[in-house]
């Protein structure tokens, strides 16, 4: 480059001179005295040889040139979509063309997926040896040993509860999953009284369990990186469970929300626009087609993978694949395998990570675009690069998928409603489309299970909401095992809320009832004396009144005081 200086003609730089003039009322106007400003000396940059024109200086990328690729009429509008992915995932400092892909207009062979095949049992079995299955006799001796330490920690003495007494609480809560009341109090209350959970236990009783239930000992916890540790212990517990059930080759990651609205969770508490609880805790599970879940992790911000043993490869990761990864490394069958994922954990990478280095197929979908809405309904697209199959499919919306298991051959339709003609028509659809649709759906599925009867359990104590969840999940998991034994022996189903109420009678051993007596020998006026007792009970008549003292004959407690004479109104008609 050579630098040359020009004098500029004052009848040559307007600009200049509107500069100058602009500079002087500037100083004019703060008071400060005037000076004298005229026109600059311009420098400039010009090329050693004047005839190079600006294009030769832009940046150029060649265009490579495929002998195999055939264009197609719309190829131009497809190319650039599918370009994007490369320019995502390219490094900043490495030139493009070294990094592009080639994509190819072809479709992919189709992974035969096996069909899973599962041993029917002798005979269906009932509901509370399937809901065993989960909620093992382990996790119940470990929630009352805790809650025992924590009340010692808190009140000094513990509240002396049993694992008996823990499966009454439990029973309770999956009765009252059922039976919505508008508060809790309501099940005891004398104008609402629900008996079926009232006489398993006392208002007090209940409450006092629900306020110092605990899962971990906090003394030993509080230099842990473990953002839930109350709660993981159990959530230990249930997810080895959970891996034991035997599962489909087929299988979807996804994401969960547990509601939670309090405060002193901080930043453990996440926001979900499209989930039906929008604010709350954040879970990835891994499920089979069926929703039956088999591995899920709790997300703790930066911190979610701190007991799980990554690579090197692995802890560089984005977090969407390093969760992808981490829930695919429990499929006892990866090579037979197919992962279904939605757009917050598909790349390019992990499609081809999760081939090479576990041997598990991958369809997921990308981030929608507009490109093929002008050619209507069932347009579609694709190319191929690596052995990974691009699929572009225009319904109401454009869809894009990534694929490395299923091509998009051989085409189907499929029913959708038509404004223009107020009909459904059929629209040509990828057999990619079709499949991601069957099979991504079994956390929804899981996740519908578990809101139809939901476990009351609003509290400020965020691992209260976990431990809700968790139950909701045992009854969901247990009772889709239930139905796939079902139709293997080809019995008649129980239902959902039949299968709940039944794990809920059986983990409940009531207390039994005291007869009353009858009205004719209540009001016969006949040897009716009061007994004082060491005891005391409730009194049969009013709501509130605690007496020592009962009737002989009719055996129920009743007020006798100089406040409260309810042992002669109740004698009395």
Known sequence: MEIWEKEPKEEDCPVEKLLCFMLKQCFSTLGSPEIQIGPRTLLALVPENPQESDSDLSDYDDQV????????????????????????????????????????????????????RFEPPE???????????????DMIEHIAYHTNLYSAQELGDQIKTSPKEIEHFLAMLLFMGVFNFPSLEDYWHHESRFNVIADIMPRKRFQLLRRYIHFND?????????????????????????????STHKHSVDEVMVAYKGTRAGTLRQ????????????????ASSSGIIHDLRLYQGASTFFNVDLSEEEQMLPLGAKVVTTLCKTIKEPQLSVVFCDNFFTSFSLVQNLHTALGVKCIAPLMADKDLMKKGRGACDYRAAEG???????????????????????????????????????????????????????????DMLVHLYKT???????????FGYMLDLCIANSWLLYKRDNGLLNEKLMSLKRFRLAVAHSLNHPRPSRPKPQPDVRYDNVGHWPLHTEKRGR????????????CGKCNVFLCLNANQQCFAAYHQR
């Open 65 to 116: 040139e495929d002998p195999d690729f055939h264009p197609t009429q719309g190829d131009d509008a497809g190319d650039s979509s599918f370009e994007s992915l490369d320019e995502e995932e390219a490094p900043s400092t490495t030139p493009k063309s070294s990094t592009r892909r080639i994509w190819k207009h072809e479709d992919i062979e189709e992974f035969q997926v096996p069909n899973s």
């Open 123 to 137: 005979a269906v079995h009932p509901p509370f040896q399937y809901f065993k299955m989960f909620f093992t006799d």
């Open 218 to 246: 906090n003394q030993q916890c509080n230099e842990s990186p473990d953002r839930f540790y109350k709660i993981r212990p159990l959530f230990v517990m249930l997810r080895e469970q959970c891996l034991l059930i035997p």
């Open 271 to 286: 926001y979900i626009a499209n989930k039906p609880d929008k604010w709350g805790f954040k879970l990835f599970c891994q």
């Open 388 to 446: 990974v199959l691009a699929v572009k499919w225009f319904d109401n919306k454009c869809f894009n998928l990534l694929s490395n298991a299923c091509g998009i051959m051989p085409f189907s339709t499929v029913k959708r409603w038509s404004k223009e003609s107020q009909a459904k028509i059929a629209v040509p659809c990828p057999s990619l489309i079709l499949a991601y649709n069957e099979h991504m759906g079994g956390i929804d599925l899981s």
């Open 456 to 466: 009351p359990a609003k509290s400020r104590r965020g691992y209260v909401p976990l």
């Open 539 to 550: 009194c049969n008549l009013c709501p509130k009144g605690v007496s020592r003292w009962k």
